[in-house]
């Protein structure tokens, strides 16, 4: 695929996980993302969840680093400073996941980025907004999904609280604040001016439950946390996992006539719509006796022949068999210098039937510092200058790599210089 972002310049300021997966899908669109990073490098490469590392790089950072380069820069000391501006100026957009008013206080607000690049793209990713009472608080996945009652949409009505385990909120932030910077490059294109973008945890995790907010919010009342596993407060039964005799298997709403047919049993026949959203406990409990009965495999066989909704509960290591993940090209593997193979989840959608190809391997930290700085007018004496005060890191060569042919067709190495 071409790069639709070709020629875009973006300043990555970013950490941990809602910014990095913002600014990584604007890479993967073919931007110049130059993360900036303190000396020694982000804090996301020296951590991560599960202890995950390769070849001493966290997988933290290698999952949402791809495609874009890294310069080292300590913004405390006015060189430094002075090569953040001169970015900054060269820039179309600039992307930061700081505190609400961390860069104010730095000198790096809107107000000041705009004066000296008034066609910048300054998009904000935050924890609660720029603005509100809790504008300040620290902003966290699972912070998030508590305070926004996401975590009490799921769970059996004796669970405790049951949060998402994974970091949905940052990535649905990530993505809308992507999508807010492309709309702004839009209107750009029209007015020639730049434009502030505010994308937060709060207001991208109320947008994840767009259905049953919606519905509160004109007077429905939501159905407390089922004792019989619904798996939501607003489904009619069947509607959750149920336990088969040697695993489990979630249905979706089934009509009573063809539950009757599957399960060979002539008292679901007569359940009306109504029926199964006043009797969810009662339906759900009669399903669930059903089921412990047979084998997956049996189930999924009847439910194919009359046309039920479900699928099969997996671990990681059946759904990444799947042969339809690989259709979807949603794995991608390259040769790490070090040795061995990286996998990491590929860009999520395919332009013309392919994903963004991998143009740059996750960089080491401060890998292109020089190259940036140099593009940006200094010459090699000033680089020199700027590493001998410590405003900018140590010399890094970089490490080119080609494509390996006898790799899949995603993978690609990275080769010693």
């Not at 730095?106 to 066609?119: M, T």
């Not at 005799?245 to 009573?256: H, K, Q, R, V």
């Not at 690989?326 to 593997?333: C, K, P, V």
Request: net charge negative; hydrophobic share 40%.
């Amino acid at each position: 695929m071409t790069a639709p972002l070709a020629g875009v310049r973006v300043v990555n300021l970013t950490h941990y996980l809602q910014g990095p997966s913002c600014a990584q899908y604007l890479a993967d669109l073919g931007a110049d993302v130059i993360k900036v990073e303190r000396i020694g490098g982000a804090y996301e490469r020296h951590w991560s969840g599960a202890k995950a590392f390769v070849n001493d790089q966290s997988v933290f950072f290698l999952l949402a680093g791809r495609n874009q380069r890294s310069a080292e820069i300590d913004l405390s000391t006015p060189e430094g400073s002075d090569a953040l501006w001169k970015l900054i100026e060269s820039a179309d957009v600039l992307v930061e996941n700081f505190r609400a008013g961390t860069l104010d206080r730095r000198g790096y607000s809107y107000e000041e980025v705009k004066k000296r690049n008034p066609r910048i793209i300054y998009c904000s990713l935050t924890g609660y907004g720029a603005t509100g009472p809790n504008r300040s608080k620290p902003g966290q996945d699972l912070l998030i999904q508590s305070l926004s009652g996401l975590a009490m949409l799921s769970g059996r009505a004796d669970d405790a609280p049951m949060p998402v385990g994974s970091a949905i909120v940052d990535q649905h932030a990530a993505t809308l604040g992507a999508m807010g910077i492309l709309a702004a490059l839009l209107q750009r294109n029209n007015t020639g001016e730049g434009m502030r973008v505010d994308s937060n945890l709060l207001s991208a995790a109320l947008n994840l439950q767009l259905e049953p907010l919606n519905y509160h919010l004109n007077g429905a009342k939501l159905w407390d946390r089922s004792a019989s596993g619904v798996s939501s407060r607003f489904h009619q039964a069947p509607y959750g996992s149920f336990k088969t005799a040697d695993g489990w298997i979630t249905m979706s709403l089934s009509d009573g006539p063809t539950l009757g047919k599957a399960f060979k049993d002539e008292s679901f026949a007569p359940l009306t719509r109504d029926d199964q959203f006043d009797r969810r406990e009662e339906v759900n409990s009669r399903v669930a006796k059903h089921m412990e009965q047979h084998t997956t495999a049996e189930w999924m066989a009847t439910f194919d022949e009359f046309g039920i909704w479900y699928a099969e509960v997996r671990e990681y290591d059946e759904v990444l068999a799947d042969p339809q993940v690989a259709a979807n090209q949603s794995i991608l593997e390259y040769n790490d210098p070090a040795g061995g193979q990286v996998r990491l989840l590929a860009h999520p959608v395919k332009y013309d039937g392919a994903v963004p190809p991998l143009t740059r391997l996750p960089p080491q930290p401060g890998e292109h510092t020089e190259e940036v700085l140099r593009e940006l007018g200094y010459s090699a004496d000033d680089v020199a200058a700027l590493r001998g005060s410590n405003a900018v890191g140590p010399d890094r060569k970089a490490v080119p790599f080609d494509r390996v042919s006898s790799a899949p067709a995603s993978a690609y190495s990275r080769k010693k210089a």
